[in-house]
């Protein structure tokens, strides 16, 4: 008889349960682990056992099966996943940070609703790493090859214009350098990659300008800038996807985790759906 474990209590290991995806790490990606060891990783990551972090990570994937069962009860989105521009072999690799690492995100809600109603017509394969800003993204471009992707959907942005010590404030990244990237990376998937790319907005920060932490532990992200940044992909990107003007306009709350950073389950689901409604039409 299998022994029942209780996952951890601790809500930070939780949140790094959900959010770490270590086969996208870039050095784990150089470096391959075996999967025992990337459980092991993992569950010193959470500071608790391997049977608990184990246990924890199969309820998040019920969850994840759970928000997709609900997904495709909305009218309407069957159809959508039946008019994605994706080739029976496609691979598409999802690009980002943490809200595309998520384990109840919208690439891993994407991939299991590919195999729920086409039966893995198309392939995901999510490199999204949290805390990444898009001159880590430029930095991975030859990972990103060797996967050999036909599209590839990014979302990045969030954290560079994220500050660490409430003082100073200094973001990761200036706007001008995030648009250069932004530019560099699609010049990049174009002419390294082969591959057709459409560019997400990042969805809007909950609450812009609060701190979490104090002193030189304290993080937080600057205010407006995800606005500015949605407005440059939006007027730079004809392939794009504009998640953060439908986040911004929904109406009612449960749309974001506590953080004000990380969209909910909901939230997750509202960005995937209006990812379904804008891919047909980008790929006609």
Same mark, same amino acid.
């Given at each position: 008889?299998? *022994? ?31 999967? *025992? ?38 009218? &309407? ?54 805390? *990444? ?126 953080? &004000? ?6 939230? *997750? ?16």
């Amino acid at each position: 008889m299998k *022994q029942i474990v209780d996952p951890p209590e601790a809500v930070d290991a939780q949140m790094v349960a959900r959010y770490t995806n270590l086969g996208a790490f870039p050095l784990f990606h150089r470096f391959p682990l075996t999967e *025992q060891t990337k459980r092991i990783v993992l569950a010193e990551m959470m500071s608790c056992s391997v049977a608990q972090a184990s246990t924890f990570v199969d309820y998040l994937s019920t969850q994840a099966r759970a928000s997709v069962a609900l997904l495709l009860e909305e009218a &309407g989105v069957v159809e959508l996943l039946s008019l994605l521009p994706f080739k029976n072999g496609t691979r598409v690799l999802t690009v980002g940070d943490s809200i595309t690492a998520d384990r109840l995100g919208w690439a891993e809600l994407m991939s299991l609703a590919s195999d729920e109603v086409s039966r893995s017509a198309f392939t995901v394969v999510n490199m999204g790493v949290g805390g *990444q800003t898009s001159a880590d993204v430029i930095s991975q471009i030859d990972l990103y090859a060797d996967l050999e992707p036909d599209w590839v959907v990014l979302m990045v942005g969030t954290n560079d214009f994220r500050f660490h010590t409430d003082e100073t404030r200094a973001t990761m990244l200036s706007r001008s350098e995030t648009e250069r990237n932004l530019l560099l990376i699609r010049q990049l998937i174009d002419d390294e990659l082969g591959a057709r790319s459409v560019v997400v907005t990042p969805p809007p920060i909950a609450r812009p300008g609060v701190t979490v932490g104090a002193g030189a532990r304290s993080v937080g992200w600057s205010e407006g800038y995800d606005a500015s940044l949605a407005e440059f992909i939006r007027s730079e990107f004809a392939d794009h996807i504009d998640v953060h003007s439908v986040l911004e306009e929904a109406v009612g709350d449960g749309l974001y985790e506590e953080d &004000g950073v990380h969209p909910s389950a909901q939230g *997750q689901r509202l960005i995937l759906r209006t990812m379904l409604q804008r891919l047909p039409l980008i790929g006609s």
